[in-house]
């Protein structure tokens, strides 16, 4: 997913940006569904955290398809971008949350079952 929405922004990088992000949505819409009927990480914390990333990813995406729109005015961008990092922070909050949880789960394992 990453390599190809890498290839996008390289190769697409003399098209119009609607058409770089409507790609990189569609993209990242075909992972989301992937990812949902597979499921492809051991934990159930880890394949939400990858939902939740993957949403965010096409949250940002769709979002910032308006913002380039020639038709969206000042206070529009305004929402929109507050819509974006609002999301973004969502995910940072909630991934840093979950990764010191399971950073307390192991240092209280390594002191009953020292190695």
Same mark, same amino acid.
Request: hydrophobic share 50%; net charge positive; proline share 2%.
């Given at each position: !997913? ?13 098209? @119009? ?8 949505? $569609? ?8 990812? /949902?009927?597979?499921? %492809?990480? +051991?934990?159930? /914390?880890? @394949? ?6 993957? &949403? ?13 729109? /020639?038709? +969206? !005015? $000042? ?12 999301? @973004? &922070? ?10 010191? /949880? $399971? +950073?307390?789960?192991?240092?209280? &394992?390594?002191? &009953?079952? %020292? +190695?």
């Amino acid at each position: !997913r990453k390599v190809a929405l890498m290839c996008i922004s390289v190769f697409l990088s003399q098209v @119009n940006r609607s058409v770089q992000a409507l790609t990189f949505f $569609g993209i990242l819409s075909v992972a989301y569904k992937i990812h /949902e009927l597979n499921h %492809p990480y +051991s934990t159930r /914390e880890l @394949n939400a955290l990858e939902v939740r990333s993957l &949403f965010v990813g096409i949250t940002t995406v769709y979002c910032g398809v308006y913002c380039v729109m /020639e038709e +969206s !005015r $000042g206070f529009d961008k305004i929402l929109i971008l507050i819509l974006i990092v609002s999301a @973004n &922070f969502y995910f940072i909050f909630t991934w840093f949350f979950k990764i010191s /949880e $399971g +950073s307390r789960f192991c240092l209280w &394992f390594k002191k &009953f079952y %020292p +190695s």
